[in-house]
């Protein structure tokens, strides 16, 4: 997909919970073998946990697929210890890439003060290793924050510390993401963004996304999805071209980085890619 000015399609997934899914979404990438996304990130369990499934499931898609991989790493659960051993763990898999978060609180797991922001592993990593490094960004400011404008002064704090590429959360309302940009421009902010976009095609997601986001889904959504909530195939069709609509509209604006998290649904990647095709050819 090309120079920094072309577009791209990013995707997220997560680690499967068994060897039919690992196998399931790992044989659509075969099956498509045509289809390049820019890369895809894998997240990684919150809590520290020292599970190599993450690692090695990264490791297949960049060795089997030849996809680059973003992994995610999250600051709240480490000290000097860990992450150095992570660091030694992400070389081994050959792993370079990085999306820098916080991570949510786990009542279950202590948390650590090493790393209390994404923005201090930011720092530390830039200064000890050589990963790209990436964070993430909200515009709907984080639920944490006092204002959008505080947010955006915290997110300076990513960048000056070393990252050079941000995602946003997942976003539905493109006029909210427009103003965010608005604001980042206003405030100096020249990192290259990529936009979130999440297709919701059952009801059963509007409250995981809800808590995901600590925002409601945009009540025109939610009613479209309410009105075909009897048949599953027609609220799947909803969310799809809910989701295309945001991605048309978001190129149409200049936009050239688009993330996608389809929830590990290789028929949600699909037709994003049979109705997004000619979007993103011939970069």
Request: glycine share 4%; charged share 20%.
């Amino acid at each position: 997909m090309g120079n920094l000015k072309s577009k791209q399609l990013s995707i997220e997934i997560f680690p499967p919970h068994n060897m039919e899914e690992t196998h399931e979404i790992l044989q659509y990438f075969r099956d498509h073998h045509d289809f390049a996304p820019s890369y895809i990130a894998v997240t990684n369990g919150a809590g520290g946990s020292e599970n190599n499934q993450p690692l090695e499931f990264a490791q297949t898609i960049q060795t089997e697929l030849n996809i680059p991989v973003m992994m995610h790493v999250t600051s709240l659960y480490q000290d000097y210890d860990s992450i150095t051993a992570l660091i030694d763990q992400l070389h081994h898999y050959q792993i370079s890439r990085l999306l820098i978060l916080r991570g949510d609180l786990n009542a279950n797991v202590p948390t650590n003060v090493t790393f209390p922001h994404a923005s201090d592993l930011i720092k530390y990593l830039k200064q000890h290793t050589d990963f790209e490094l990436a964070g993430a960004c909200y515009p709907e400011k984080h639920p944490e924050a006092s204002t959008l404008t505080a947010d955006i002064n915290n997110l300076k704090i990513k960048i000056a510390n070393g990252a050079s590429q941000l995602v946003t959360q997942i976003v539905f309302d493109n006029q909210k993401y427009y103003h965010f940009t608005d604001q980042l421009e206003k405030l100096g902010v020249t990192t290259p963004v990529e936009v979130g976009i999440m297709p919701c095609t059952n009801l059963d997601q509007i409250d995981k996304i809800t808590q995901l986001t600590k925002r409601p889904l945009p009540d025109n959504l939610i009613e479209q999805l309410q009105q075909v909530q009897d048949d599953s195939q027609k609220m799947f069709n909803v969310g799809i071209n809910y989701a295309i609509a945001q991605i048309k509209d978001l190129l149409a604006h200049g936009v050239t980085k688009i993330h996608l998290y389809p929830m590990n649904n290789p028929d949600v990647i699909e037709q994003i890619r049979i109705k997004t095709a000619s979007l993103f050819a011939n970069n």
